[in-house]
């Protein structure tokens, strides 16, 4: 019963409990119930930690319930890939993960290679890229140049500057953009033109917003038929689970 009253909010000084405690219990009876918690706690401490346990239960049903609301409310979107973005895999699978990633995040870049080996194993999977530069300015620059690849030169283009800027140790600047764009068999000149134009913006900002409306809070993060949400670093047999769950 302690650790029922604990998790109920009993001990809240202000707000709706507290008020609702007031107009239901005599100043003896509150009294008494605080005296019994108190006796309790001291006979057995684990009441606190259960109770504990409880409420952070609570937090994560909460926060599960607001995650699977703003995936429906996303649906269309996290399962028809746009004009705009890279797939890596089967276009036409079955089974559709959109993975949000920042080109300069180390989990992202540790990933990377489970992604591709999925994709190879697994045909009835496809992997819906959406970048979203969330680690400063040089992620931008990253995020920029990866999407005026895709402009210039398609899928293909896209996932040759994806690996070259995702596996490079210097810090990402227009003009090492362009260096990595030439290795990769592009226009230099033209990427570095489109960076900044509308187009690529566009598509920046669609990616966040989307981010944004399924509550991303940090890279990466995958989205598993809109059905299921892994934020945080990964590994592949997590995302072979996921996969197999969500199917």
Do not use: W
């Given at each position: 019963?302690?650790?029922?009253?604990?998790?109920?909010?009993?001990?809240?000084?202000?707000?709706?409990?507290?008020?609702?405690?007031?107009?239901?219990?005599?100043?003896?009876?509150?009294?008494?119930?605080?005296?019994?918690?108190?006796?309790?706690?001291?006979t057995?401490?684990?009441?606190?930690?259960?109770?504990?346990?409880?409420?952070?239960?609570?937090?994560?049903?909460?926060?599960?319930?607001?995650?699977?609301?703003?995936?429906?409310?996303?649906?269309?979107?996290?399962?028809?890939?746009?004009?705009?973005?890279?797939?890596?895999?089967?276009?036409?699978?079955?089974?559709?993960?959109?993975?949000?990633?920042?080109?300069r995040?180390?989990?992202?870049?540790k990933?990377?290679?489970?992604?591709?080996?999925?994709?190879?194993?697994?045909?009835?999977?496809?992997?819906?890229?959406?970048?979203?530069?969330?680690?400063?300015?040089?992620?931008?620059?990253?995020?920029?140049?990866?999407?005026?690849?895709?402009?210039?030169?398609?899928?293909?283009?896209?996932?040759?500057?994806?690996?070259?800027?995702?596996?490079?140790?210097?810090?990402?600047?227009?003009d090492?953009?362009?260096?990595?764009?030439?290795?990769?068999?592009?226009?230099?000149?033209?990427?570095?033109?489109?960076?900044?134009?509308?187009?690529?913006?566009?598509?920046?900002?669609?990616?966040?917003?989307?981010?944004?409306?399924?509550?991303l809070?940090?890279?990466?993060?995958?989205?598993?038929?809109?059905?299921?949400?892994?934020?945080?670093?990964?590994d592949?047999?997590?995302?072979?689970?996921?996969?197999?769950?969500?199917?």
């Amino acid at each position: 019963m302690a650790a029922a009253l604990l998790a109920g909010g009993l001990y809240a000084p202000t707000g709706a409990l507290a008020q609702s405690a007031s107009d239901t219990f005599t100043p003896a009876q509150r009294k008494a119930i605080v005296e019994i918690v108190r006796d309790a706690l001291k006979t057995d401490p684990s009441i606190l930690t259960d109770a504990i346990t409880a409420l952070r239960q609570n937090a994560a049903n909460q926060a599960q319930a607001s995650a699977q609301g703003a995936l429906a409310a996303h649906r269309a979107q996290l399962l028809n890939p746009v004009a705009s973005d890279a797939i890596l895999g089967n276009a036409q699978a079955t089974t559709t993960v959109v993975e949000f990633y920042d080109p300069r995040c180390p989990y992202c870049r540790k990933v990377l290679p489970d992604l591709d080996r999925i994709v190879a194993e697994d045909k009835s999977v496809r992997i819906i890229e959406k970048v979203v530069p969330v680690l400063g300015q040089g992620s931008l620059i990253a995020s920029q140049a990866l999407v005026a690849a895709f402009q210039q030169g398609g899928q293909a283009a896209y996932f040759k500057m994806q690996h070259a800027i995702m596996t490079d140790s210097e810090h990402p600047t227009v003009d090492r953009m362009r260096t990595l764009a030439k290795q990769c068999g592009l226009d230099a000149d033209q990427m570095a033109k489109a960076m900044n134009g509308e187009k690529v913006t566009a598509v920046l900002q669609a990616n966040m917003e989307l981010a944004h409306g399924i509550g991303l809070d940090g890279t990466p993060t995958f989205v598993f038929n809109a059905r299921q949400i892994i934020p945080g670093a990964v590994d592949y047999d997590e995302l072979k689970k996921a996969i197999a769950h969500t199917r």
